[in-house]
Every structure is written in structure tokens, then in C-alpha cells.
């Protein structure tokens, strides 16, 4: 089974809990006067968490709100899976420049080399991304606010680019099957409320703080002093992705336990603040409990 944990941040009296049911205005309490009250009173409480955290979610309805689940599985599927699964269509022999003899330099585990791409050259490698943000800047977050000082991440960590690599192995059956997607991209989504807007941007955040999983690379990053670029050595959490080529079923795809995200989504006009909503993977690599996403002949895809 998957053991996905789930948190909506900024939720409790605020957020998309906050609301009525119909209108989307704010909820009145009241003081039930009987037992029977205080039962419907309950009943209806636990029948709108519910749908705030459910929504009622349908993929070709924006006019439908998402709860806080929807938004965090849709942005699995929709984001870093997605991502790890079309970079695979790549023609890797064009990037020669984008290999490294050996991915992870310090690493006493990992001695396997990799392709790498960053940030916004990846539009380049896909089509359809034309409108995915891979370098996320302060400019982009712009007009975005958190509901308080302890929110974590903050918008700061949310300034990174989209760093991608794709493993060679020793066994040819294994080559380039492992995907591991690490950094902060925005891509935009349907979502409305009724009012004025009807496109919104989810902003995805994967490093230390968002994921279990964890890979330590080196990077390039400005010496303080010098102004020049210094390699320097990066640990950070990750997601990771592996193809099963075993199975006879359709694309068999397994996540690394612990690979998380945050996701911080903008769309609800109850509130004046973003909120941002974790999601974690909790599976055990190699036993019969792998997180898996299968793709069938059909095309119906299974989580």
C-alpha cells in the first residue's frame, strides 16, 4: 500500500476551511441548544472539512474548487512526474555536454554518471512547457504572501531552478531508467472561483525541507567575496522516479520512498495569504510496499 503524508499549512479557522459550503463566504458559528444540534452541528463540520480537503475535484471543470488533496495529488502527477517522465523522451546523444563521468563527485555509494539539465534550458528539451517557469526568481513570487513568519519554506527557498538528472547503470536494463528531479518550477492550472480569474500558478518546491529523500551534488553558487563561481557541495532533497522494465502490464514507474514536494497554491480569494501544502511519499525501496504509478496499454494510470 502507499503511505502518503499529506499537510496543509495555514489550514485550521483559516484557508479553505473558513468557508460555506455554497457561497464561499465565511462560516457563522453557532451554539447548538441540543444534543441533536450539537450532533448536526458536528456531522456538518466534519461534511465541510471534508470537502475541503477532498473537494470535488473534476479535471475538465474549473469551475469545480479543489481541496487540499486534489491540489497536492494533481501537482504530482501534473509536475514532477510528469517532468521525469517526458524527459525520457530525450535523444540523450545530442546533450554530450550535459554528461558527467561521474553524477554525485563525492559520493561513496553513488559512482553512477548522468545527463543534467537545469532550469529554463529543459523548455528547449520538451514540448508543451512553453508556460512552466524553471528559474524561480523574487520577480515571480511577487504579490505573494504566507500566512506568517513560521511558515516552512519560506518564499526565499522557493528561488531556485529545476535541476534534472538521468542515470546511466552498469546493467543495460537499467540504463537511464532512473529519473531524479530536485529544485522550484511554477506551471499554470485551471481553477476558478466564480469571480475574475480562471487560470492560476502553482509554485512546486522540492530541496532539504520539503523531502526525505535526499542526493548530495555539487553545484555552482557565487562566492561572496570574489563574485566569481565556486563549485560547491549540495545536499538537498529529491524525487526520484525508476522505470521497472519488468513489468508485462503497462509502464511500471516506482518512487523512492521519502521523495516529497511542497506545493504552494494562490487560488482561494477567502484569504489574502498562499498557502502551502506538503507531500511525501513514505515507501520502503526494494520490498512489495514501493509507491508505483502504472500507465496501462489504455492509458488509465494507476497511483
Not at 49 to 58: I, S
Not at 272 to 293: D, L, Q, R
Request: glycine share 8%; proline share 4%; net charge negative.
Amino acid at each position: 500500500t502507499l503511505a502518503v503524508f499529506l499537510s496543509a499549512c495555514g489550514g485550521g479557522g483559516d484557508g479553505y476551511y473558513n468557508q460555506n459550503s455554497d457561497s464561499g463566504s465565511t462560516t457563522t458559528p453557532t451554539t447548538p441548544s441540543t444534543d441533536q444540534e450539537l450532533a448536526n452541528s458536528v456531522l456538518n463540520s466534519v461534511k465541510q472539512e471534508g470537502k475541503y480537503l477532498f473537494g470535488a475535484y473534476d479535471l475538465n471543470n474549473e469551475s469545480l474548487s479543489k481541496g487540499y488533496i486534489d491540489h497536492a495529488l494533481d501537482t504530482f502527477a501534473q509536475g514532477p512526474l510528469k517532468l521525469t517522465l517526458d524527459i525520457r523522451k530525450v535523444d540523450l546523444t545530442k546533450y554530450t555536454d550535459h554528461y558527467r563521468e561521474k553524477c554525485f563527485i563525492n559520493s561513496t555509494t553513488d559512482y553512477r554518471a548522468c545527463y543534467v539539465f537545469k532550469g529554463e534550458e529543459i523548455k528547449s528539451l520538451l514540448t508543451g512547457y512553453n508556460d512552466w517557469d524553471f528559474d524561480i526568481t523574487a520577480d515571480d513570487l511577487k504579490n505573494i504572501k504566507l500566512a506568517s513568519d513560521n511558515i516552512s519554506p519560506n518564499l526565499q527557498e522557493y528561488q531556485s531552478n529545476t535541476r534534472i538528472y538521468i542515470f546511466e547503470n552498469e546493467n543495460k536494463d537499467k540504463n537511464f531508467q532512473d529519473v531524479t528531479i530536485t529544485g522550484a518550477f511554477a506551471y499554470p492550472f485551471q481553477q476558478s472561483w466564480g469571480l475574475q480569474q480562471t487560470k492560476q500558478k502553482r509554485f512546486v518546491l522540492i530541496n532539504s525541507t520539503t523531502s526525505d529523500y535526499k542526493i548530495t551534488t555539487t553545484t555552482m553558487v557565487q562566492d561572496p567575496q570574489t563574485g566569481q563561481p565556486n563549485e560547491k557541495e549540495v545536499t538537498t532533497g529529491a524525487m526520484s522516479v525508476y522505470k521497472d522494465n519488468t513489468s508485462t502490464d503497462g509502464d511500471l514507474y516506482v518512487i523512492q520512498g521519502g521523495s516529497g514536494f511542497n506545493v504552494l497554491i494562490n487560488d482561494n480569494p477567502n484569504v489574502p495569504f498562499a498557502e502551502p501544502i506538503s507531500f511525501v511519499v513514505n515507501s520502503t525501496p526494494g520490498n512489495t510496499n514501493n509507491a508505483m504509478n502504472r500507465t496501462g496499454f489504455v492509458g488509465e494510470s494507476i497511483f
